[in-house]
């Protein structure tokens, strides 16, 4: 259980009494975390025990990631080497649609539950969506491959807020930025290794035979997810046990509009709503980055899935970079300060994109690397503070529920990246190196105003 220090040491900023929702007598400990941990015995000694635990939650959690997004990497591709760039759009409807629908169901959960409990079931529901999307990619079927995306995007659902709301109950809280940012390379390794080997594997079909009639690349995919999920089962029943932190907690029926009625309480806290806005918005910009870099690559410059699939990994090896510098530039009472000079990085990075066509074919993929690792980099700053201040900001009783309700307004973000997509690229006909120009520009339009209303209603 995280250590109770004395609100007057400790406050990031005041939390209006009004928004109860929101409310805890301590806030997220950027200031002067360090100091604090290595002049207590008991905290460092708190860290030391619960590393076991640590491990295996990380653990859960990047096999998770791998399996979502090797899977659905290979879907992405398929469609668009298939010249279905509207399966692209769809699919990410179809993942972030139950974000929305059950963001309020899998707060209740996670707070009316032990979080281990709901943990371990939600890795069971993960195991019964591979073993359908499996089926679906050996069969050729994109509709049970959508169908395994929802069932798949369920179990995260309900899995988020258990995980990451377990964090600050395992940790003091000058910590948990730590925690979240060493957590956040694992799961950005398992991203960046689901992403790039599922090009890989799915080349295998140039060099292999098909296996019982299933191209070896697809019939690979298959016994990959199942597997990897069978591991992170297992894996989960090394979380740590905690009792449930609001027993008896009404649930809520209203579904999506009890989520929209937490969200709109959420603006009496100026700082945290404007934490959630900026969560949404990177990513946003980084599921619609995915759908882009894969038609990029594909469409665009006839390249192979396994060069494709090289533009990710570099955005996503640049978001965990900058994970490990927010947790040492993320620092005192203005810790937000960071966030708008981050976002104009990132602005920066996408408007610089499109360059490339000037440049020769040789030169086109190395300067896409340097961009969108430049990308990442902006939003890990930005990303990794303002998820640690979501995890601690709630009180115990209620974190479960505002993380739920932090994680639908992302994925309305990353919703929204699906139409967009589709929009720019199929409707306008754009060209997907074009398409950044316009990513750039709204980008830059949101961290001015991100830079304006810190300036115009600075926290106290």
């Not at 964090?167 to 948990?176: C, D, F, G, M």
């Amino acid at each position: 259980m995280a250590s109770r220090r004395s609100a007057s040491a400790h406050r990031l900023i005041p939390s209006p009494r009004s928004v109860k929702i929101a409310r805890q007598d301590t806030s997220l400990h950027f200031l002067d975390a360090r100091h604090h941990m290595d002049s207590d015995p008991a905290l460092k000694e708190q860290i030391r025990q619960a590393r076991g635990n640590f491990v295996a939650m990380a653990a859960t959690y990047s096999l998770g990631v791998f399996n979502d997004n090797f899977f659905r990497q290979a879907i992405l591709l398929l469609a668009a080497g298939a010249g279905l760039q509207r399966i692209q759009g769809y699919a990410t409807i179809i993942f972030a649609a139950p974000f929305i629908l059950f963001a309020a169901y899998a707060g209740w959960l996670a707070d009316e539950h032990s979080k281990r409990n709901v943990t371990i079931g939600s890795k069971v529901l993960e195991l019964a969506a591979m073993i359908c999307g499996a089926l679906g990619i050996w069969l050729g079927s994109i509709p049970l491959m959508l169908v395994m995306l929802g069932t798949m995007a369920t179990q995260a659902t309900i899995f988020s807020p258990a995980l990451n709301g377990s964090i600050p109950e395992l940790y003091p809280e000058a910590y948990v930025i730590t925690a979240n940012a060493i957590l956040k390379v694992a799961v950005t390794a398992s991203i960046l290794l689901g992403i790039a080997i599922s090009g890989v594997v799915l080349d295998l079909d140039r060099k292999f035979a098909p296996v019982w009639g299933v191209a070896a690349g697809r019939f690979a995919i298959g016994v990959g997810v199942i597997a990897i999920s069978l591991l992170g089962l297992l894996a989960s029943l090394g979380v740590p046990y905690r009792r449930a932190a609001a027993p008896g907690k009404p649930f809520p029926w209203a579904g999506p509009w009890r989520t929209i009625k937490d969200l709109y309480e959420l603006r009496k806290d100026f700082l945290l709503a404007l934490v959630i806005f900026l969560n949404l918005y990177v990513w946003f910009v980084g599921t619609l980055l995915t759908l882009v870099v894969n038609a990029l690559g594909v469409t665009e410059h006839q390249w192979s899935n396994t060069r494709t699939s090289l533009m990710l990994v570099a955005e996503l090896g640049g978001i965990a970079v900058g994970g490990l510098i927010a947790s040492r530039i993320a620092k005192g009472a203005r810790w937000y300060k960071v966030l708008a000079p981050a976002g104009a990085v990132m602005s920066l990075c996408l408007l610089m994109v499109p360059f490339a066509s000037s440049i020769s074919p040789a030169g086109a993929l190395p300067w896409y690397l340097v961009m969108f690792a430049g990308v990442g980099i902006a939003g890990g700053i930005i990303v990794i503070p303002c998820e640690a201040f979501i995890q601690v900001r709630p009180r115990l009783e209620d974190k479960g529920t505002i993380i739920a309700a932090a994680n639908c307004a992302a994925f309305i973000g990353i919703l929204l990246a699906g139409p967009t997509a589709n929009l720019l690229m199929d409707t306008l006909a754009m060209a997907p190196s074009r398409t950044f120009f316009v990513t750039g520009s709204l980008s830059l339009a949101v961290s001015l105003l991100a830079w304006a209303l810190l300036t115009w209603k600075e926290p106290a």
